[in-house]
C-alpha cells in the first residue's frame, strides 16, 4: 500500500520559516518525481514545485522562487519543502505528490501552513 504523509506544518508569523517533510512508503521512491502543491478553500489547486527523480531537476512557480527550496533523499524516501520569508499569502493546504511522465499516481493527505501577518 503506498503511503505519503506530510508533516511539519503549522502557524507561522510573517516573515518565518517551516520545513515540511512528505514521506513515502510502499513505493519505489527514486522511480517518481515529486511534486508540492497547495490548496486554498474556494480556489484552485497550485502545483509550488517539483523536483526529478535524481533531485537534478526542479521547478517552482513564480510566486514561491527564491523563498522556498525543495529536496529529497531518495535512501529515507523523503522529500522537503523548505520555506522561507513567509507571507499570509502562502497559507493553505500544502500535499505532496507522486509523478511519472506527468501523471500524479500518489496523494498525500496535507498539512495546513498558515501566516499570520
Known amino acids: 500500500q503506498v503511503q505519503l504523509v506530510e508533516s511539519g506544518g503549522g502557524l507561522v508569523q510573517a516573515g518565518g520559516s517551516l520545513r515540511l517533510s512528505c514521506a513515502a512508503a510502499?513505493?519505489?521512491?527514486?522511480?517518481?518525481?515529486m511534486t508540492w502543491f497547495r490548496q486554498v478553500p474556494g480556489k484552485e489547486r497550485e502545483l509550488v514545485v517539483g523536483?526529478?527523480?535524481?533531485?537534478?531537476?526542479?521547478v517552482y512557480t513564480d510566486s514561491v522562487k527564491g523563498r522556498f527550496t525543495i529536496s529529497r533523499d531518495n535512501a529515507k524516501k523523503v522529500v522537503y519543502l523548505q520555506m522561507n520569508s513567509l507571507k499570509p499569502e502562502d497559507t493553505a493546504v500544502y500535499c505532496c505528490?507522486?509523478?511519472?511522465?506527468?501523471?500524479?499516481?500518489?496523494w498525500g493527505q496535507g498539512t495546513q501552513v498558515t501566516v499570520s501577518s
Open positions: 523536483i526529478s527523480w535524481s533531485g537534478g531537476s526542479k
Open positions: 505528490a507522486a509523478e511519472t511522465a506527468g501523471s500524479y499516481h500518489y
Open positions: 510502499g513505493l519505489t521512491f527514486s522511480n517518481y518525481g
